[in-house]
T-cell receptor
């Protein structure tokens, strides 16, 4: 069963760019890489997905190298409201996602 | 458009009691999932469904049963609750057209079994 590995926690300051890296061991050839955000007492929220290279949307960028063994979620100019747990689950498709413990990101003023 | 809703939001059960958690989605999604999340942990998949009338086991299915009689609803049942089932339960849904990667989650049901 493919699993991902990411740092347990990170901290940064308002206005900084934050990069969270995830290791994707044994990622399936057809699987996309996704990132989710979760606030306390809420369900996870989808942030971004990609297959290769770089993807950008209104909230984040996702960098995926050619070998797809890692990915980096980049949050530009973070604010206090970005304090949350960030997940890079493995799997996907019809069979569902496998979530690890995620990265607890703390943003300080 | 309410998205994914879950009923109830909170519940306290005694060991051995039974209950059903209801998940409803109004996005016409084919795929639906039940996850549980224990303190400080990620989500673990209990059961899932790829369409009306079909269900499959996930990572931690023991002690739970599910049914999907209507496309928009996915029910999770606990026949005889145990303290180990104290957790927060999340339902999610997604469209087969997007490959199933962009899941929409409900607000969760906080269950305590005493």
């Amino acid at each position: 069963l493919a699993k991902t590995t990411q740092p347990i926690s990170m901290d940064s300051y308002e206005g900084q760019e934050v990069n969270i890296t995830c290791s994707h061991n044994n990622i399936a050839t057809n699987d996309y890489i996704t990132w989710y955000q979760q606030f306390p007492s809420q369900g996870p929220r989808f942030i971004i997905q990609g297959y290769k290279t770089k993807v950008t949307n209104e909230v984040a960028s996702l960098f995926i190298p050619a070998d797809r063994k890692s990915s980096t979620l980049s949050l530009p100019r973070v604010s206090l409201s970005d304090t949350a747990v960030y997940y890079c689950p493995s799997g996907g498709g019809a069979d569902g996602l496998t979530f690890g413990k995620g990265t607890h990101l703390i943003i300080q003023p | 458009n309410a998205g994914v809703t879950q009923t109830p939001k909170f519940r306290v059960l005694k060991t051995g009691q039974s209950m059903t958690l209801l998940c409803a989605q109004d996005m016409n999604h084919e795929y639906m999932y039940w996850y549980r999340q224990d303190p400080g942990m990620g989500l673990r998949l209990i059961h899932y469904s790829v369409g009306e009338g079909t269900t499959a086991k996930g990572e931690v299915p023991d002690g739970y049963n599910v049914s999907r009689l209507k496309k928009q609803n996915f029910l999770l049942g606990l026949e005889s609750a145990a303290p180990s089932q104290t957790s927060v339960y999340f339902c999610a849904s997604t469209s087969s057209g997007t490959g199933g990667y962009e899941q929409y989650f409900g607000p969760g049901t906080r269950l305590t079994v005493t």
